[in-house]
């Protein structure tokens, strides 16, 4: 079932809401017979029956509200019961669309209002996954909340145009059931009114595919039609325009309803295609084609009494600025007087009430001024040329004031686009990061445990050579102490005997076997730096002006030697020793 509005006078947002987001159901039924309605039979229905036949309701053709309460109640009810979720999505939309209505009561357990079921449906759709749902609750929403005044400008134009891709992603005709093209037009026609009529066109020739020349559709076929018309007009490509003009005429000439309201709308369409029809056919230089369709539309709103004066005498101004130029053209001066002076007339009633456009009388003063130069009459002439380019001038100031309104409203727009396409990526790129972190993680988990269990092994064959070296070194130390104390031993021994040349020659060469050899000392230093890993290289860090023999003073003293020890290792007496002491300390000092 589609949305059915018949509108004419330009709304504001709190009557656009409800006429772009709710069902017109104050009209009176087309037919005496009420649809019907069984609970127990949609009860047995599957799913997919259940979820037919709400969308193929005419909910539009019941007036009662206290039928309709207690209709959807019921359908509410065995939906839930169900757990008929894509049943309960299609009668939130359309509570959203009905619930409007005074004294509409909202079945047991839902919130009252448009939000609130348009929140539900969103809720159940995201739920169950069901994308095409989800999105159309979005779209509706947004809606929603922007004609509510909700919503800024900026937020409107980019949730719209990012749900309309991803809906157009998806494919639009998975959408019929929700009246696509009422969502497509409502956002084509807040594009136009942004000036951004190129990007209104593409979105307006996708809800041509969507809309139906019948009564449900009647308003939106009509809505999209209009629009293209005029923005092939605009571009002045006269028979583009006219194919769409002489849709809405065709279909308002087979349009038949008994209802005042519906032949209000349909007449009043029938009159301004016939007019736009004249428009677009003097524009092309037909004139005499176009006289017949200008005095076609002029006497089609003389012979029918509106339901709204203002509204007839609106259309009869309109109709009598298109007439007035084809009899100028055609040169039928004598025709103009009495239809100036209606138009005059027109003026002089509604001007004083506000219910004129401010700028509508600037061709009435231009077609009073070429009447007046043709007949002679150069001084009225000139009056009426005077206050056209009054008009013209204060239109065309407003018109830039307008433009440059846009303008700054598109800027604003793309301004507010960009930066959540830069919150958007921004947001990517920080998940592809915590996925990427998240693998290396995984990778260096598994790493760390390769490695732990290598290590391991190292580390026991690490331990083994540790406690290997520390092993050979305490046993290299303690031969060379008890080396020494031989040694010394034999000195005093010799001493006291006082061995003979040859005897001291071999009593020296014994002596200086122990002492260590540049060979003893690297593999001295090897076995030393294995036992106390990083000690020599943070020394000569600390101090780098120490001497070979000042190092090798600190090794022998970080094993615990006495200075006869390290005096016998090294090959010199102890007053050397003592002296190599005093500068390693007086170094380390001044160091310090």
Excluded at 63 to 75: A, E
Excluded at 213 to 238: A, D, H, R
Excluded at 452 to 460: A, N
Excluded at 502 to 512: C, D, M, P, V
Aim: charged share 25%.
């Amino acid at each position: 079932m589609k949305s059915f509005f018949f509108l004419i006078l330009p709304l504001n947002k709190k009557l656009y809401l409800t006429a772009t987001i709710l069902f017109v159901c104050s009209l009176k039924t087309l037919c005496t017979a009420q649809p019907v309605f069984n609970k127990a039979q949609f009860q047995e229905m599957s799913a997919t029956q259940r979820y037919r036949f709400v969308h193929d309701y005419p909910f539009w053709k019941v007036f009662d509200v206290n039928q309709l309460s207690t209709l959807l109640s019921q359908m509410v009810e065995v939906a839930n019961v169900k757990r008929d979720y894509r049943t309960q999505i299609a009668l939130d939309y359309y509570l959203a669309l009905i619930g409007g209505k005074p004294n509409f009561r909202f079945p047991k357990g839902k919130k009252a209002g448009i939000l609130a079921s348009l929140q539900d449906m969103q809720k159940i759709a995201v739920q169950q996954d069901y994308e095409v749902e989800t999105l159309i609750a979005s779209c509706c929403l947004t809606s929603s909340l922007y004609l509510g005044q909700k919503l800024s400008n900026e937020q409107y134009y980019v949730d719209m145009q990012r749900s309309l891709e991803e809906l157009q992603t998806l494919g639009f005709e998975k959408c019929r059931d929700y009246n696509i093209a009422s969502i497509l037009f409502d956002f084509s026609k807040s594009l136009w009114n942004l000036g951004d009529f190129d990007k209104a066109y593409q979105y307006l020739r996708i809800a041509e595919q969507y809309i139906e020349p019948t009564i449900e559709g009647g308003f939106y076929y009509t809505q999209v039609l209009s629009y293209l018309q005029t923005y092939w007009k605009n571009k002045k490509e006269y028979n583009k325009s006219m194919v769409y003009a002489q849709k809405i005429l065709l279909f308002h000439q087979n349009f038949h309803s008994n209802i005042p309201e519906h032949k209000l709308w349909s007449e009043f369409w029938l009159n301004f295609a016939s007019i736009d029809i004249a428009s677009l056919l003097i524009d092309q230089g037909k004139i005499k084609e176009g006289e017949v369709y200008a005095n076609k539309g002029f006497q089609l709103i003389k012979s029918r009494v509106s339901l709204d004066p203002i509204v007839s005498k609106q259309a009869e101004f309109d109709a009598l600025m298109i007439l007035i130029p084809v009899k100028l053209k055609l040169n039928k001066v004598d025709e103009v007087p009495s239809l100036l002076k209606i138009a005059n007339n027109i003026k002089s009633e509604l001007e004083p009430i506000g219910k004129l456009d401010y700028f509508k009388p600037l061709r009435l003063y231009k077609y009073s001024s070429e009447y007046y130069e043709k007949v002679g009459g150069y001084a009225e002439s000139l009056h009426y040329t005077h206050l056209a380019q009054t008009l013209q001038d204060s239109l065309n100031q407003h018109n830039d004031v307008q433009k440059i309104s846009q303008m700054q409203l598109r800027y604003e727009v793309e301004k507010y686009a960009n930066h959540v396409k830069a919150i958007e990526s921004e947001k990517q790129l920080q998940k592809y990061l915590r996925n990427a972190i998240i693998l290396i993680l995984l990778l260096v988990l598994g790493l760390v445990y390769v490695n732990h269990q290598r290590l391991r092994h190292k580390h026991h064959e690490k331990e083994s050579e540790l406690e290997a070296s520390q092993n050979e070194l305490a046993w290299q130390t303690q031969h060379f102490r008890n080396m020494s104390e031989l040694i010394e031993n034999l000195r005093q021994e010799n001493e006291k005997l006082n061995a003979s040349d040859n005897q001291h020659e071999h009593f020296e060469k014994l002596i200086s076997s122990t002492i260590l050899t540049d060979e003893g000392w690297t593999n001295f230093k090897r076995m030393f730096e294995k036992v106390h890993p990083g000690y020599m290289q943070s020394v000569k860090e600390k101090y780098p002006d120490l001497t070979n023999a000042e190092l090798r003073l600190l090794m022998l003293e970080k094993l615990d030697l006495s200075t006869q020890e390290m005096a016998n290792m090294i090959g010199v007496n102890k007053n050397t020793i003592h002296q190599t002491r005093l500068r390693l300390r007086k170094k380390t000092l001044d160091r310090s």
